[in-house]
Nanobody, 116 residues
Framework: QVQLVESGGGLVQPGGSTRLSCAAS????????MGWYRQAPGKERDLVAT???????NYADSVKGRFTISRDTAKDTMSLQMSSLKTEDTAVYYC??????????WGQGTQVTVSS
């Protein structure tokens, strides 16, 4: 089992920046794929960005050039640096990690609200 705890987020003004972190514990050595997803009110949960063990990254078109996903293996954490935030970025953000056998682990979610 892997446990994920997210931190960061909150209220941010349009054009501002914030950083989300996801700390993993447990059988972290089984993890080979990580990502951030978000869910706005009344909408489905969508992919934001992903990163694998080779640090290959993938981004949703809507966040390319504004968001950066990274990982720190020494600290067993994954982060999402969010810049040039827009009101449409408002959502609950979830981290996800995938381990051996395709097991998926999700964080509890953290709210990001972009508003003036």
């Amino acid at each position: 089992q892997v446990q994920l705890v997210e931190s960061g987020g909150g209220l941010v003004q349009p054009g501002g920046s914030t950083r989300l972190s996801c700390a993993a514990s447990g059988r972290v050595f089984t993890i080979y794929f990580m990502g951030w997803y978000r869910q706005a009110p009344g909408k489905e949960r969508d992919l934001v960005a992903t990163i694998d063990l080779h640090d290959n990254t993938n981004y949703a078109d809507s966040v390319k050039g504004r968001f950066t996903i990274s990982r720190d293996t020494a600290k067993d954490t994954m982060s999402l640096q969010m810049s040039s935030l827009k009101t449409e970025d408002t959502a609950v953000y979830y981290c996800k990690m995938v381990g051996y056998g395709g097991y998926e682990y999700w964080g509890q979610g953290t709210q990001v609200t972009v508003s003036s």
